[in-house]
């Protein structure tokens, strides 16, 4: 059973959690300060020195708590903040934040720094320093009950719910039987699953928590006025709404439902968790979800390792932060795109591998990233990132009855 | 080696036994010949892979089932072995968007333009 994969390592974390990488992010904390920031991590060149940020200028609660929790997320061992100087984001709490973890952090303010060159000149000096320090840290034994994984699918077709979809449910599975806390998210493509998922809820009140959840999201796209479903969707076979939703419903796989949180939780321990990517309240800042990367950041900000990424007609994206284990769905997609997937799942359709045969080549492709294996994506240096405006409650006491104390 | 007329029975996936629709497992052109629940069909246009044909002979309103489970309801007729899609299903929860539906509301206005 036990292949020769190499045992999991982690970086241990102030808050006892392991990273599976040990990057230095450099974060701009207003879009006037991307440019300089993105110079400093371009100068690297490097798979672990990534680039994040927040765009806007105006203050956001969901802003600042992502903020605070992928900089501290444990794949990361240094940050880099890089501040015009007159945004609103509270550059002095979220440097504080990060050096209250014991990582490595430093701060850099544009119009203090003598702008744009000297910024770029400076940051470079400081990421290269801490580099040099956490070259120098040594990670300690890991176990899968240690990780967590997340899974999205993106660039879906009619194949996606067949193939590579139920095969990371057969992943998931495995995984959560081993202790691992997995996460599935996007509500708003699990609208008319709402029911049969209710049923899998460890309690009564978790089911009715998640109904409310995914009824949320249909009054949320019907004010937006389109529903989560993209055009290309379509030419691939899709045809509604509801249709793709059950066909990404299946990377679930068919474990209990443990919970329910929000952007930013962190499971409390192992098992299957629904991720409520849909904002509280009254619609106010656009789609909850812009584009893929959105929600993959969201599943980060809630202590993703990595992420199973699954696409019928072929996404190349990949991640800061964390790494995206890519599967493709359609054997043709494959055909076209190999170099940009981990795992070819179009073979279940061709007939040369089973569902389960697929679903223990996700778990495998997953132990060996964890062990530091690059991914595909990762490998061809994606790092993509998008953080915009939200607003949410946090949740209830009944959303999380597995919290331990 | 793809066959040009006659499509071995693994061409299409029926995933629940309740399903009024199949799935093309693979890219079939027009013409194409096939057995369906223990029937000849030929096609009568193309289908890409990951694409839906009616079972049966449907009317407008049926309520369209895959994986078990309705997707969408009919707005038109269907023949056995016909492209079920956006021309003629529609969602019974928020309606599906194409790439126009970005322009409809700017439509108007860009007409003085072209």
Redesign the interface.
């Known amino acids: 059973m036990n292949e020769s994969v190499a045992p999991l390592q982690g970086f241990v974390r102030s808050d006892g959690r392991k990273g599976i990488r040990n990057v230095v992010v450099v974060a701009y904390l207003v879009e006037c300060a991307h440019h300089v920031s993105r110079r400093i991590a371009q100068h690297f060149d490097d798979l672990d020195v990534h680039l994040i940020g927040f765009p806007g200028c105006f203050p956001n609660q969901y802003a600042s708590r992502m903020m605070r929790a992928l900089t501290t997320h444990p794949n990361v061992g240094a940050v880099l903040l890089v501040s015009l100087g007159c945004e609103s984001m509270d550059r002095d709490a979220l440097r504080e934040h990060i050096a209250g973890s014991g990582r490595p952090v430093d701060l850099l303010v544009i119009q203090e720094t003598g702008g744009t060159a000297a910024t770029i000149a400076a940051g470079i000096e400081k990421v290269g320093a801490m580099r040099t320090e956490l070259a120098g840290q040594s990670p300690v034994p890991m176990s899968l009950d240690e990780l967590v994984v997340g899974t999205i699918c993106g660039g879906s077709d009619g194949t996606s719910g067949i193939t590579a979809n139920p095969a990371v449910g057969r992943c998931f599975d495995h995984l959560v039987a081993e202790g691992t806390a997995c996460v599935f998210e996007e509500t708003g493509e699990l609208i008319g699953c709402e029911d049969i998922m209710a049923e899998r809820a460890v309690t009564p009140e978790l089911g009715e928590l998640i109904q409310a959840c995914v009824a949320k999201a249909e009054r949320y796209y019907r004010t937006m006025g389109f529903g989560s479903f993209a055009p290309g969707n379509a030419d691939g076979g899709l045809t509604t709404l509801e249709e793709k939703s059950m066909g990404a419903y299946s990377k679930s796989g068919a474990s209990p439902i443990s919970g329910l949180i929000k952007p930013g939780d962190i499971p409390p321990s192992g098992g299957l968790y629904l991720l409520d990517v849909v904002p509280d309240g009254e619609p106010r800042f656009g789609f909850p979800n812009i584009a893929d990367n959105a929600e993959i950041v969201e599943m980060i900000a809630s202590g993703c390792h990595l992420t199973l990424f699954t696409t019928g007609r072929g996404s190349v994206v990949g991640s800061a932060i964390s790494p995206v284990i890519k599967v493709c769905a359609n054997p043709e997609t494959y055909q076209r795109l190999s170099e940009d997937m981990d795992v070819n799942a179009g073979k279940i359709l061709t007939g040369e591998a089973s569902l389960d045969d697929v679903g223990e080549e996700i778990y495998q492709r997953v132990k060996a990233v964890a062990a530091g294996e690059r991914s595909v994506s990762e490998a061809l240096g994606h790092q993509e990132f998008i953080l915009t405006y939200k607003s949410f409650e946090p949740i209830g006491p009944g959303c999380l009855p597995v919290r331990q104390v | 080696m793809r066959e040009h007329r006659s499509v071995s029975s ?1 061409a299409l ?1 029926l ?1 629940h036994p309740d399903d009024n629709v199949l ?5 079939l052109p027009e013409g194409a010949t096939m057995t369906l629940d223990g029937q000849p069909l030929v096609l009568t246009g193309a289908l ?5 044909l009616a079972r049966r002979t449907l009317a407008a309103g049926d309520k ?1 089932f ?2 078990g ?4 309801s009919l707005l038109a007729p269907v023949a056995r072995g016909e492209w ?3 021309h003629n ?11 126009q ?1 970005g322009n409809q509301t700017t439509s108007s206005s860009q007409e003085s333009h072209s």
């Open positions: 693994d996936i995933l799935v093309t497992t693979r890219s890409p892979v990951g694409h839906k369209i895959k994986y489970v309705p997707i969408g079920v899609h956006m299903m529609t969602s019974d929860y928020l309606a599906s968007h194409t790439r539906s």
